[in-house]
């Protein structure tokens, strides 16, 4: 029995799919104490325990303990059956974390899946479903399989409602070098909201305009959604290169301004754009699960967060193998999975 203190190193619910999607592809049960001990409310949330519940539901696992504010579960897996399965979180909770917990799995099964997830797909705290599609899926469909995602539904904070497909045709994973990123090939910034005044969205793309001048007039753009699919606003920036999308989001919430959401997303791509890294910093947190499970693989990144090493803690209580972290005389850094 691996035995995790989900206190140490960044603290967060990570730990716990991390942790559930490892004890599925080895077998390997675990308990975690301490579950999201590094919040300021610790204990299991609602989005937390749907991504438990459904990593029991495709792998014919057991979960003691499991309960939303629980800090304490333990984990017993069976054999991963793929097929077709619906999970809703119920509030604005993250389907692309619950998506998280289950995707490598699923990736190593012996046929096709279906997925639905039902929830938040563009909230704070959590990679939005344009962040899944356009920049972690690629990489993963090189290592192998094929994963396609559509989004049938906008989900905001705290309304939630938002409805995600997924279907995946696995095959094995396969070691990767993801270095260098090649040459930069568009641009895009849209303001999208819903059940909110347009010039909510106008004042993001103004500001966006004077941080990034370089960007094209028509790389600007303003959607806007069915009132019943809000209240909520985000603010995706998009740089496309020859081999990776870098995707950067700003999300709407009470108190906070237009201006300043619009500035904190500009001022992370402007800092992505001056390196010359493969991955941004929320990429690179989750390539190293799937690079750890095909064996190997390399990605270069901006400084790796707390978040990244501790994802690298827990695959090692895992798997046999051991990321790196080199910096570069450039600023960027090169992990290594091997």
């Not at 960044?10 to 599925?24: D, H, I, K, Y």
């Amino acid at each position: 029995m691996i035995i995790i203190d989900g206190s140490e190193g960044e603290g967060g619910g990570q730990v716990v799919r991390n942790a559930c999607a490892l004890s599925l592809v080895t077998g390997q049960p675990f308990q975690i104490i301490n579950a999201r001990g590094g919040r300021d409310k610790p204990g299991l949330m609602r989005q937390h325990v749907t991504a438990v519940e459904a990593a029991c539901a495709i792998g014919g696992a057991t979960c003691d303990g499991l309960s939303v504010g629980t800090s304490e579960i333990t984990f017993n897996p069976g054999s991963v059956s793929p097929g077709e399965y619906h999970f809703a979180v119920g509030t604005a909770g993250s389907t692309s974390l619950v998506l998280q917990t289950i995707l490598i799995p699923l990736l190593l099964a012996d046929a096709p899946s279906r997925i639905v997830l039902e929830g938040g797909t563009h909230n704070i705290y959590a990679p939005p479903f344009d962040f899944i599609a356009r920049s972690f899926l690629p990489v993963i469909n090189r290592m192998g399989p094929t994963v396609d995602t559509k989004l049938v539904r906008h989900g905001f904070y705290p309304r939630g409602g938002g409805r995600i497909e997924i279907h995946i045709d696995p095959a094995p994973l396969q070691p990767i070098a993801c270095e260098e990123r090649g040459a930069e090939l568009s641009q895009a910034a849209t303001a999208t909201f819903a059940a909110l005044p347009r010039e909510i969205a106008e004042r993001e793309l103004k500001v966006v305009r004077k941080m990034l001048p370089e960007w094209p007039d028509d790389a600007l753009a303003i959607r806007e959604l069915p009132e019943e699919q809000g209240p909520g606003t985000i603010l995706v920036l998009e740089a496309a290169f020859e081999h990776v999308t870098e995707i950067v989001s700003g999300f709407g919430k009470l108190g906070l301004s237009a201006e300043k959401l619009a500035a904190t997303a500009a001022n992370r791509m402007k800092g992505y754009l001056a390196s010359n890294a493969f991955a941004g910093p929320y990429l690179a947190d989750q390539l190293l699960l799937p690079f750890a499970v095909a064996g190997g693989g390399s990605f270069t990144t901006v400084k790796p967060s707390e978040h990244c090493r501790t994802a690298a803690d827990v695959i090692a209580r895992f798997l046999p193998v051991r990321c790196t972290f080199a910096e570069s005389e450039n600023g960027s850094h090169l992990v290594t999975v091997q």
